[in-house]
């Protein structure tokens, strides 16, 4: 079992930065692939980026691509999504999420879940 927990989530102007993290316990954390998702209201969730166990294979959803980068700390057991250059349609409630093995884009696809932190981008 892995339980996760963001954090970091809040308002941010256009073109603002802002810092997500997401703590993780239980299970080793190295072994696992990490990943944030987001959703939108009246939307489906969607893949934002996705890093595996070493920190040396990243994805991203096009759409953050060359303005949102994801990290890892293991040794500390958490997770980052840095944010930059922010957009009104960054605005959503972003989860952290964990599976094993390799990055895949599915919500489906990922066994443990977050709680969530919102993140609202004005214009």
């Known amino acids: 079992q892995v339980q996760l927990v963001e954090s970091g989530g809040g308002l941010v102007q256009a073109g603002g930065s802002l810092r997500l993290s997401c703590a993780a316990s239980g299970r080793t954390l190295s072994i696992y692939v990490m990943a944030w998702f987001r959703q939108a209201p009246g939307k489906e969730r969607e893949f934002v980026a996705g890093?595996?166990?070493?920190?040396?294979?990243?994805d991203y959803a096009d759409s953050v691509k060359g303005r949102f980068t994801i990290s890892r700390d293991n040794a500390k057991n958490t997770v980052y999504l840095q944010m930059n250059s922010s957009k009104p349609e960054d605005t959503a409630v972003y989860y952290c999420a964990s599976r094993r093995i390799i990055i895949l884009k599915r919500a489906y696809e990922y066994a443990y879940w977050g709680q969530g932190t919102q993140v609202i981008v004005s214009s």
């Open positions: 890093i595996n166990w070493s920190g040396g294979s990243t």
